[in-house]
Nanobody, 127 residues
Framework: QVQLVESGGGLVQAGGSLRLSCGNSGQPFSSYVMGWFRQAPGKEREFVAAITGSGSDTYYSDSVKGRFTVSRDNAKNTAYLQMNSMKPEDTAIYYC????????????????????WGQGTQVTVSS
């Protein structure tokens, strides 16, 4: 059973930065596409960013493009979401997700395309 464990959430002021981490027990880690999603109170879960297994390709939602960076360290079985220039509207529970289809070579932006999910970590941005 693949397990995803997230860390790094917390409270930050507007304009600040946070880095989320997601450890993935699935092997080989490089065969999993990794995605990040978020869900704000009263809203549906939305796509944030994703990265292919090799790390060669990334994809972002328009709302975070230019501010957030997704990356991965396959030697550490960990994916990251670096969040800069944060805004109050970034406040949400952030989830990492993983899927092994196509050996990690395809990127998915729909939550239904991911088989494995982390428990979520709260991110709060104060104004």
């Amino acid at each position: 059973q693949v397990q995803l464990v997230e860390s790094g959430g917390g409270l930050v002021q507007a304009g600040g930065s946070l880095r989320l981490s997601c450890g993935n027990s699935g092997q080989p880690f490089s065969s999993y596409v990794m995605g990040w999603f978020r869900q704000a109170p009263g809203k549906e879960r939305e796509f944030v960013a994703a990265i292919t297994g090799s790390g060669s390709d990334t994809y972002y939602s328009d709302s975070v493009k230019g501010r957030f960076t997704v990356s991965r360290d396959n030697a550490k079985n960990t994916a990251y979401l670096q969040m800069n220039s944060m805004k109050p509207e970034d406040t949400a529970i952030y989830y990492c997700a993983a899927d092994p289809r196509f050996g990690g070579r395809a990127i998915f932006s729909e939550d239904r395309d991911y088989d494995f999910w982390g428990q979520g970590t709260q991110v709060t941005v104060s104004s």
